[in-house]
Each structure stands twice: as structure tokens, then as C-alpha cells.
């Protein structure tokens, strides 16, 4: 088949998810065209069947806001013309969906259907703000295909925008060949964090953990990614007195390489309607300290493989870190479950091929 995919570029769960899934379908013989306004993130240069197309948002002065959705339409049009796209595939719905209806309008020559997968602020943030609501509805509604990528997701679209159509959960993977765990555990006592740095994933909070942390074991602090709170985490650590336990890494992009030199995933987020990075860390049997909040408990078994707590509970969470530092049996034992629930629930084996019967369903 000939997919176009579209997708956030930038460091973000949703545009990784793209990416990923764009390698794993040229990987079984399928043509990808990428349409997006920069090479995405995670996706190496020459890779067989993987094709990118920028899309190039021309200013003037009377356009206070460039309309890259405009610009994104066309681009999407062009290249459906010129490669004979069997489909369009955009992941995050604002405005990636607009731009994909439009799209298909101006596509006459022939069917240009579209599949619209939700990642989870384009719905519980961006798509229920007041002014994109009526534009989201509207543009989930005129999908040929809708995913989404936890029950909880497709249950809280149906209740906010009230939409009819099937939504179908196809969850987040895991490439397990790529992401493996260390032959041993790693012997320093360093937590993770990964994460684009919004407000939205707490970053905060993974610093006040440490603080407490520290308190019963030498404990340290990998900090991956980079966003608007990623300034006030550095302040925060200097004044907590954990500023040299704690390393600002930046914008990484072979995360595989980083997560199984941890000992702990920590993800403090506030709603995460999957948690990609958990799961990263799953398959590097790297168990992940978390909230229950959304679609993680679909993914982390608490008690089993990862601990769940509450939002915004430091206490609870940084108990639960000291718990795997210092117990190295119930870590050996969690460690082991995790990787177990990435291979048997998450592997690309499992997911991809969801993904191309929903294609060609679409297509039919
Ligand atoms: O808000 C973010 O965390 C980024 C966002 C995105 O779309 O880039 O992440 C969402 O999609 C990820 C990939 O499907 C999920 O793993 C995250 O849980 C989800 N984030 C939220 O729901 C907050």
C-alpha cells in the first residue's frame, strides 16, 4: 500500500508513534510518504520505502498567523496526485485531520480516504478548548477511519464531542528487538524521566522525588527531554539541594540506548492517555513509577509490573522508587514482568498488523 502519514515532527509521543509505525510498515513492504514540515524526530535518513515531503509555509505581511493547515492540505494533495497515496494516516487530529478532509476534496480524480488516530491532548486539552471544539467534532466525524490509542481515550472522544462514529483502540507498541534490557541490572541507582517538558507531564514532581528519594538511597536523576517547565526544574533542583543529582540531558533521540541504563521510569503526569515512554521503559525492563490517571492502567498492571499512585502524591510515588532501590528481588521480579507485558501485549508484531487490516478495511 501507499500511505501518507502526517504527524507532529517534533519531540512528542504522538509524532513518535508516527514515526515508528511509518518504519515498521516500509519494514513489511509498504511505500511511506511522511508529510510534515520537518523530518521527523526519530526517523533516519535513507531508510528503503521511506519517503519525506516538507511542507513549506510561505509568510506575507497581512498573515498575522501563517495557515500552515492551508499549506499542509495542499502538499497533501500533491503528493496523493503525484505517488498514487492509497490513504492519508494523520496522527493528532488538530489540524492534522482538517488539512486531511480538505485533502481529499480536492482529490477528484479519484477516492482519497483518510484515518484521523488520536493521541490524547488533541482531545482532553486542544480539541475541547472552546475555540478548536466545533473544528475537532467536525473533522473526527468527516474521518474515513478514527483510532485511538487507549479505551480511555475513545470513551472520553465520545463523551466530549459526542461523535457516532467507530472509533477503533489500536494501542501503542514497542519495537522489543530495538528496546531489550541490560544484561544486568545498572548497578547506579538512576532514575528516568522522558518527556517533552509541558505542564501537562508534571516534570516538577520527578525532582521532588528525588529530594525525598535521596533521603534512604543514593539515588540520581536523568532528565530527557526539553519544554517550558524544563527551566523551573533546574531552579527547583537547586533549591531542593539535588541540583547535582540531577543531569538535564535535552532533546535525545536514540532513547534505547538511554532507558536500560536506569533503574526507574518516573512518570508523575497529570493525564497521559497511553505512556509511551512507561512502555519504552517496559521493554528495557525498566519498571515505571506512575499516576493513575487515564489510559495507564490499561497499560501498567500496579503491583506487577510498575507502581501506580496518585497525582501530584510524592510521598507515595517516591516511597514506591525506594521500594524498587532497595527490594533488588521485588525489582528483579517487576523488572522481568514489565519486559513480559511489553512482549506479549505490545510488540510491533502484535500492533502493526492491526493497523494494515484497518488500512485495508478503510480502502475497501
Ligand atoms: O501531550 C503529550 O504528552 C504529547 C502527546 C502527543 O500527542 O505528542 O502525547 C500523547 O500521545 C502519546 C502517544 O500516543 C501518548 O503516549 C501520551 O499518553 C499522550 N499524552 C497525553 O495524553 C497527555
Redesign the pocket.
Request: proline letters at 0%.
Given at each position: 500500500m501507499k500511505i501518507g502519514i502526517t504527524c507532529?515532527p517534533t519531540y512528542?509521543?504522538?509524532?513518535?508513534?508516527a514515526t515508528e509505525l511509518g518504519r515498521e510498515l516500509a519494514a513489511r513492504g509498504h511505500d511511506v510518504h511522511f508529510i510534515t514540515y520537518a523530518n521527523p524526530i526519530r526517523l533516519d535518513q535513507g531508510l528503503p520505502r521511506i519517503h519525506y515531503h516538507e511542507v513549506e509555509v510561505s509568510s506575507y505581511p497581512l498573515f498575522q498567523y501563517p495557515p500552515y493547515c492551508l499549506a499542509l492540505a495542499s502538499r497533501m494533495a500533491e503528493v496523493a496526485a503525484c505517488y498514487d497515496l492509497d490513504l492519508l494516516h494523520v496522527h493528532?487530529a488538530i489540524p492534522h485531520s482538517v488539512a486531511a478532509l480538505l485533502a481529499k476534496q480536492m482529490t477528484t480524480a479519484r477516492r482519497l480516504p483518510f484515518i484521523t488516530t488520536l493521541?490524547?491532548?488533541?482531545i482532553?486539552l486542544v480539541g475541547s478548548d472552546r475555540s478548536y471544539f466545533p473544528i475537532t467534532k467536525f473533522s473526527i466525524e468527516q474521518s474515513d477511519g478514527v483510532t485511538a490509542?487507549s479505551h480511555h481515550l475513545r470513551e472520553e472522544t465520545v463523551e466530549v464531542f459526542g461523535v457516532a462514529n467507530e472509533i477503533r483502540v489500536i494501542p501503542?507498541f514497542v519495537n522489543c528487538e530495538l528496546y531489550r534490557p541490560n544484561r544486568e541490572r545498572p548497578r547506579e541507582k538512576r532514575l528516568l524521566h522522558l518527556?517533552?517538558f509541558?505542564p501537562?507531564?508534571r516534570p516538577l514532581d520527578c525532582v521532588r522525588i528525588l529530594a525525598e528519594v535521596v533521603k534512604w538511597a543514593p539515588a540520581t536523576l536523568w532528565m530527557a527531554g526539553d519544554g517550558p517547565e524544563r527551566g523551573p526544574a533546574e531552579t527547583l533542583a537547586r533549591k531542593l539541594g539535588v541540583a547535582d543529582r540531577v543531569e538535564f540531558l535535552g532533546k535525545r533521540d536514540h532513547v534505547e540506548e538511554l532507558i536500560p541504563q536506569c533503574r526507574v521510569l518516573l512518570m508523575p503526569?497529570e493525564?497521559?492517555?497511553?505512556?509511551?515512554a512507561a512502555l519504552e521503559a517496559m521493554a528495557c525492563g525498566v519498571p515505571p513509577v506512575a499516576t493513575r490517571t487515564?489510559g495507564v492502567p490499561e497499560l501498567i498492571a500496579h503491583g506487577a509490573d510498575g507502581f501506580l499512585e496518585s497525582v501530584g502524591d510524592i510521598a507515595a510515588q517516591a516511597a514506591r522508587v525506594v521500594e524498587l532501590l532497595t527490594d533488588d528481588a521485588l525489582y528483579d521480579r517487576m523488572s522481568a514482568a514489565a519486559r513480559r507485558t511489553a512482549e506479549t501485549r505490545f510488540d510491533t508484531p502484535l500492533i502493526i498488523p492491526q493497523y494494515e487490516q484497518y488500512y485495508r478495511e478503510i480502502v475497501a
Open positions: 507532529y512528542g509521543g504522538s509524532g513518535i508513534v493528532y493521541h490524547g491532548t488533541d482532553t490509542i501503542n518527556s517533552n509541558r501537562v507531564k503526569s493525564m497521559e492517555s497511553f505512556g509511551l487515564g
